[in-house]
């Protein structure tokens, strides 16, 4: 076990949040530095600290790495950071262990008879790229795929996507943060014109009202739950709205908690919009300057009253009203949204939904109001940034032929060298296509498709394929790797260097500490490798790839977002050594970064039909718009006000199947648990997966904490032990993180066995405008496998 040095705070597993420092509205948020070091470790004894930041969920906590004997022995939080002023949550104080693991992949693998076997990176390297040129030529660039993380560093993501859409041509690239931001990044473009973060976590600092929508802050963000639970001590604390169909810590400490049913917040946020717009509670002069689609709003949500959402979303009328109260006469309105909605029935109209609620109030560009799309993972906002998430880089628009021509500038190649003939494949088409032999060649890195997406026993099938040649980068044999032709042995935090940007726009600097294991490589140098060992040029005969580390690269990506909603040409290595993160846009005329990228008297500029990274798309059939659509509603490019009618879910519960299931993350954990699975502290507090359920239904069915249930639905069946009280009646929720490699077999069950992975039970269904999975929209029945026999089986 480790020591947690975190000055009185305790211990961070069952008191996760620690100790208070409550302040007062519009104060600075006090100062916590939290640390965490090696048994027997005393910070007299670290030899170096060496700035980092965290790598486990989105908040971009600052850190500095621990080392001695050229070992990473702890971290600690950096107290001068605007984002976590030295705080850090359980994963960031714990999961350094991680990369001391005995089963950290050092050297190249590669199939032989069947077998992954140990080899070398002249090897394997040359097998990626014999096939590369072989498929090019018979096939054409589109019968190779790129799938990416949320995990890489910005140089990284930049560079891959150079070399996939202008070395090779394809236009199959994605990351995983199709499955838990891509509504976030469609919603902002829907109603802004452009990706990027309206707010700001200072915002926290100044709200009088905050609004959680499908966002169990506490969890996935725990540093700035910590931020509002500070707020809450202090005088004039924040009001909470929390719509949320699970009791969660942020549930237990809202003044409002709105639990509809899984699939309706769209009829629920229609009533919202209805009640403000008819109590009176809208900003007539923001509306008038800044947007234009309201009258289309206020039409569509007329018949939209509470009792009309009561009777869809099983809330009560005047809980709906006691909400609408709370944000409609909110001074400061401050909004979050994450995986509740993102990953339920009509994703993006609901997302947008609250977009059009800041903008009909005038809540946006002022301290303390403003809406934060959130984002799951580290650096899923550099994922879409740099166009590794299908769009082309600095949020251009693939359907404006001078920003493409933009980019082939900077690039110094031929605007037809990129391919923008159709939109970009997303992940869940990027699988079809290789399911059906069009794609031949995947590489994916540093994520695990095989755990984390819809219907497992399809993707394993799809991954078993004798004509599919899969690479997979990552730094363990993951449930993934184990399908793979080649391994490669990637570096990761702590021992390559990099930025990443954070979910309120914050960019790092995470710098080298340790030297990887074994022939580990950094992501960026397998990336550089592959792109000069393919002989990548541009249209003057250089190399298209032209830098040869990351700062460089970084330099490079300067470049490229220049004149763009992401600029980072104010920004360097040396600027990003100083004592905190700073946010884009940073250039020249706002060198210190900032804050909140819309000013509320000046309003949207991005949307401008010459600007716009999108032309806008139909939220109930994902269709697009076009440009001459978009031109016509929005010619002077304001903030555009979307309305969307409630679809009901394509599954409902019945006979069969009477629930409605979930799927959640837990705080102790990251994704699959490649990392945070191997964490003694972490693992020790949620070693297994579990089924929630309602009291009232566990009651009703005979079942107790701890008993063995079987999930089943129409695509297939897992097993966990029960929980009970944490959700609404009616609804199942499962942690998706649980896999397959820490289990005694190390691999997924036979055909028809019930599994472990709450993937196993989530069929393919996706937004139609996002793009992104439907984790959450599963019709679900549960039965007792084994009745609980001791404290030991219990939760």
């Known amino acids: ?441 995947m590489w994916i890195s540093a994520t695990n498709p095989a755990v984390s997406l819809p219907d497992l026993a399809r993707i394993r099938s799809v991954l078993a394929q004798e004509r599919l040649f899969t690479v997979v980068q990552d730094l363990f044999l993951t449930e993934t790797a184990q399908f793979a032709d080649v391994v490669l042995p990637a570096a990761t935090w702590g021992e390559k260097t990099g930025t990443f940007t954070n979910a309120d726009r914050t960019v790092h600097l995470s710098e080298k500490a340790v030297d990887p294991p074994g022939e580990a490589r950094p992501d960026l140098d397998i990336f550089l490798d592959y792109a000069a060992r393919m002989g990548f040029k541009d249209k003057d005969g250089g190399p298209l790839v032209h830098w040869d580390g990351p700062e460089e690269a970084f330099e490079a990506w300067k470049l490229c977002s220049a004149g763009r909603p992401c600029d980072y040409t104010g920004l360097s290595y040396d600027v990003l050594r100083g004592p905190s993160g700073i946010q884009w846009p940073c250039t020249e005329d706002a060198p210190e970064g900032t804050d909140r990228l819309y000013d509320h008297d000046d309003g949207v500029y991005w949307a401008h039909p010459d600007l716009c990274e999108t032309y806008g798309k139909d939220l109930v059939t994902g269709e697009p718009l076009g440009e001459e659509q978009y031109r016509s509603m929005n010619p002077d490019g304001k903030a555009l006000i979307r309305p969307a009618p409630y679809i009901p879910p394509k599954e409902w519960p019945d006979e069969d199947h009477p629930f409605q299931l979930t799927t959640g993350r837990t705080l102790y954990h990251f994704h699959t648990r490649t990392k945070t699975g191997r964490v003694p502290e972490l693992a020790e507090a949620a070693p297994d997966v579990w089924v929630e359920i309602a009291d009232a239904d566990a009651v009703r069915l005979g079942l107790a904490a701890g008993d063995l249930v079987e999930v089943s639905t129409r695509c297939g069946a897992l097993r966990g032990r029960l929980r009970t009280g944490t959700v609404r009646p009616g609804v199942l929720c499962v942690p998706f993180h649980y896999g397959y490699w820490d289990t005694p077999a190390g691999n997924a069950p036979a055909p028809g066995t019930p599994g472990r992975a709450a993937n196993e039970v989530i069929a393919t269904v996706w937004d139609p405008v996002s793009k992104q999975p439907q984790f959450k929209a599963a019709a679900a029945a549960l039965t007792l496998v084994e009745r609980v026999v001791g404290p030991r089986d219990r939760p």
């Open 1 to 441: 076990m480790r020591r947690n040095q975190a000055n009185g705070t305790g211990d961070r597993i069952t008191d996760p949040w620690g100790q208070r420092t409550p302040y007062d509205r519009g104060g600075q948020w006090p100062v916590r530095r939290d640390s965490c070091l090696a048994e027997a470790i005393t910070e007299a004894e670290v030899e170096a600290w060496v700035r980092a930041a965290s790598l486990l969920h989105s908040d971009g906590d600052a850190m500095d790495i621990a080392v001695q004997h050229g070992r990473i022995v702890g971290v600690r939080g950096r107290p001068g950071d605007r984002v976590n002023r030295g705080r850090l949550e359980p994963k960031d104080l714990y999961a350094w262990q991680a990369n001391g693991s005995a089963d950290r992949l050092t050297r190249p693998l590669v199939r032989e008879g069947g077998q992954l076997v140990e080899s070398d990176w002249p090897t394997a390297m040359g097998r990626i790229v014999a096939r590369s040129r072989e498929l090019v030529a018979s096939r054409g660039p589109e019968a190779l795929a790129f799938y990416t993380s949320g995990q890489l560093f910005l140089e990284e993501y930049y560079t891959l996507a150079v070399l996939a859409r202008a070395g090779i041509g394809t236009s199959h690239l994605d990351g995983n943060t199709r499955l838990c931001t891509a509504t976030a990044a469609e919603a902002l473009k829907e109603s802004f014109g452009s990706d990027g973060q309206p707010g700001s976590y200072e915002d926290i600092d100044h709200a009088d009202a905050i609004a959680l929508f499908g966002h169990n802050i506490a969890e996935t963000q725990a540093v700035q739950w910590m931020r509002i639970l500070d707020r809450l001590e202090g005088d004039a604390p924040p009001r909470l709205l929390c719509v949320d169909p699970r009791l969660t810590p942020v549930a237990r400490r809202a003044t409002v908690h709105l639990a509809p049913r899984l699939g309706t917040n769209v009829a629920l946020l229609n009533a919202l919009l209805h009640e403000i717009i008819r109590r009176g509670w809208t900003d007539a002069d923001y509306i008038a300057r800044h947007t234009v689609g309201y009258e289309t709003l206020r039409a569509q949500v007329g018949a939209c009253t509470p009792r009309w959402a009561a009777g869809i979303c099983d809330v009560p009328a005047a809980a709906i009203e006691e909400a609408a109260e709370l944000l409609g006469t909110a001074d400061r309105l401050l909004s979050t949204v994450l995986q509740g909605f993102y990953q339920a029935n009509q994703a993006t109209a609901a997302a947008v939904q609250v977009n059009n609620l800041h903008l009909i109030r005038g809540m946006l560009g002022r301290p303390g109001a403003g809406v934060l799309q959130m984002n799951g993972q580290p650096t899923a906002e550099n994922t879409r940034e740099c166009g590794a998430d299908g769009d082309l880089p600095g949020f251009r628009n693939w359907q404006n032929e001078d920003h493409v021509a933009d980019l082939a500038h900077v690039w110094n190649v031929e605007p037809s060298a990129i391919p923008h003939d159709g939109p970009p494949t997303h992940a869940m088409e990027i699988f079809r296509l290789a399911e059906e032999g069009t794609v031949r060649m």
